[in-house]
Every structure is written in structure tokens, then in C-alpha cells.
T-cell receptor
Framework: NAGVMQNPRHLVRRRGQEARLRCSPM?????VYWYRQLPEEGLKFMVY????????ESGMPKERFSAEFPKEGPSILRIQQVVRGDSAAYFC??????????????FGPGTRLLVL | RKEVEQDPGPFNVPEGATVAFNCTYS??????FFWYRQDCRKEPKLLMS???SGNEDGRFTAQLNRASQYISLLIRDSKLSDSATYLC???????????FGSGTQLTVLP
């Protein structure tokens, strides 16, 4: 049973370009979460999605960042017009989708974005 | 006050030692917590869940003190492979968000 998959593992962009980060949840998981870890800092929640729905985006920056989880295919975190401050590790996590809210979130290996 | 606060360390201990980390939280309504470990440049991995007063799993014991609003992680007979950053985590928001502490770095020395 493959774990959470993320690609690319490393991404280099110049200021002003777009970055697209992909996340495939574990088999059978319908909930996806994105977190960002800035250098020397803890992980910060960004967004929580279910298939075709954004459930909680309270941690997303108001501009340039968007996320989707289409009916088919991986979840995408999109960053437009990247700036140097976007350089970070972006982790995706998934969970099965019960109602308790106590589900374990399993993390992918992360995408390390470097903005030059 | 941060939602979840940890001593960043580093803790450098010899193999076989017992080491304990504390984590304080600000929201008294919190019902559950997690300890994750994160190896250098890797993803966080769940170590233990803490839903009541505590939990024990082999060499690892987690305790929750609701009155003082802290949780602790005790590692007995530490191994070289225990070297990592230990993250104190609280579910928040809709209980789907995880709020992470900044982590406590542990190095176990031979």
C-alpha cells in the first residue's frame, strides 16, 4: 500500500514564475491537507480539502496561493508569481475521512521549493 | 502565548539515557494531542497519540496534565536512532487542522 506521494520532490523557480505541487493521497483516503514548513520553523497548516471541495483554507495566504482536489487525479497546490519568501518545504497529508476528527494524518515526503 | 510551545533544545544525551520533553499549550479545551518525530529533511511521522491522561508504547511514554496544560514525552534507554526532532501537535480548528510546535531536537550520542 503506497503511502502519500508528492511530486516533484524538489522544485526550483525564479521569482515571478508559477509553482505547481502535486499530492496523491494514500489509497482509500479522501481527505487531503497541505502544510508549509519555512526554514528553521514548525509546520503550519494551509488548507484542508475533500474531493472537489475546499473545507478549510484558513491557513492559506490570501493572494497567489490556491489549492484543488479534483474528482480524478492528485491534489494540486498552486503558487503564482512566486517570491523568495515562498521557499519552503510543502508537505501534504491524507486521512481516511471519518467523522471523529481524531484520524491520523499521514504525511508525504514533501516538495522543497526554492525560489531564486 | 503560542498555541503549542516546546523547548527547542538541543538535547544531547548518551545512549541508554532517559530523556524527557515538555510541551505547553494555551487552549484548555484541547482534548487530544500527538507526538510526531521528524528526521532531518524528512516528513513528520506519528509517534504517539494522547487522548486521556497518558499513553505508553515500549520505551516511549506520553503524559497529559490538563490542570497545568502540558504534555510530556519520556524516552527510556535512548538509541542512536532516536535522534530526531520531536514535534508536539494539537488538533485545532475543525479538529482537522494540526497545530505543530516548533519541535525539540534530540541527539543521542554513542
Amino acid at each position: 500500500n503506497a503511502g502519500v506521494m508528492q511530486n516533484p520532490r524538489h522544485l526550483v523557480r525564479r521569482r515571478g514564475q508559477e509553482a505547481r505541487l502535486r499530492c496523491s493521497p494514500m489509497k482509500g483516503h479522501s481527505h487531503v491537507y497541505w502544510y508549509r514548513q519555512l526554514p528553521e520553523e514548525g509546520l503550519k497548516f494551509m488548507v484542508y480539502l475533500q474531493k472537489e471541495n475546499i473545507i478549510d483554507e484558513s491557513g492559506m495566504p490570501k493572494e497567489r496561493f490556491s489549492a484543488e482536489f479534483p474528482k480524478e487525479g492528485p491534489s494540486i497546490l498552486r503558487i503564482q508569481q512566486v517570491v523568495r519568501g515562498d521557499s519552503a518545504a510543502y508537505f501534504c497529508a491524507s486521512s481516511p475521512g471519518g467523522t471523529s476528527g481524531r484520524e491520523t494524518q499521514y504525511f508525504g515526503p514533501g516538495t522543497r521549493l526554492l525560489v531564486l | 502565548r503560542k498555541e503549542v510551545e516546546q523547548d527547542p533544545g538541543p538535547f544531547n544525551v548518551p545512549e541508554g539515557a532517559t530523556v524527557a520533553f515538555n510541551c505547553t499549550y494555551s487552549n484548555s479545551a484541547s482534548q487530544s494531542f500527538f507526538w510526531y518525530r521528524q528526521d532531518c529533511r524528512k516528513e513528520p511521522k506519528l509517534l504517539m497519540s494522547v487522548y486521556s491522561s497518558g499513553n505508553e508504547d515500549g520505551r516511549f511514554t506520553a503524559q497529559l496534565n490538563r490542570a497545568s496544560q502540558y504534555i510530556s514525552l519520556l524516552i527510556r534507554d535512548s538509541k542512536l536512532s532516536d535522534s530526531a526532532t520531536y514535534l508536539c501537535v494539537r488538533p485545532s480548528g475543525s479538529a482537522r487542522q494540526l497545530t505543530f510546535g516548533s519541535g525539540t531536537q534530540l541527539t543521542v550520542l554513542p
